[in-house]
Nanobody, 123 residues
Framework: QVQLGESGGGLVQAGGSLRLSCAASGRTFNRYSMGWFRQAPGKEREFVATISSSGGSTAYADSVKGRFTISRDNAKTTVYLQMNSLKPEDTAVYYC????????????????WGQGTQVTVSS
């Protein structure tokens, strides 16, 4: 069982930056691939970024590539999402995700979800 808790969301102006954190419970954190998804009002939840258990592999949605960076600290059992050059269209609830078997590329891949943190980007 893995419990995930996100933090770091908030209100920021377009062009600004935020860093989201996701703290995980459990001693098996370093076995899980981790990811971030987001859901904007009236839209389906979508993939943002994912990182392998070792941190050696990452993948990003085209919409955030070059602006967002996912990283992890296995000693702190925490995964991060550094978001730069934020745009109003990045406004959404951001969810942390964990998967034991594969990179978190799809909702159906995910074993555990966090509760979400709101990110609002004003124009």
């Amino acid at each position: 069982q893995v419990q995930l808790g996100e933090s770091g969301g908030g209100l920021v102006q377009a062009g600004g930056s935020l860093r989201l954190s996701c703290a995980a419970s459990g001693r098996t954190f370093n076995r899980y691939s981790m990811g971030w998804f987001r859901q904007a009002p009236g839209k389906e939840r979508e993939f943002v970024a994912t990182i392998s258990s070792s941190g050696g592999s990452t993948a990003y949605a085209d919409s955030v590539k070059g602006r967002f960076t996912i990283s992890r600290d296995n000693a702190k059992t925490t995964v991060y999402l550094q978001m730069n050059s934020l745009k109003p269209e990045d406004t959404a609830v951001y969810y942390c995700a964990a998967d034991l078997a594969r990179l978190c590329l799809r909702d159906s891949d995910v074993d555990y979800w966090g509760q979400g943190t709101q990110v609002t980007v004003s124009s």
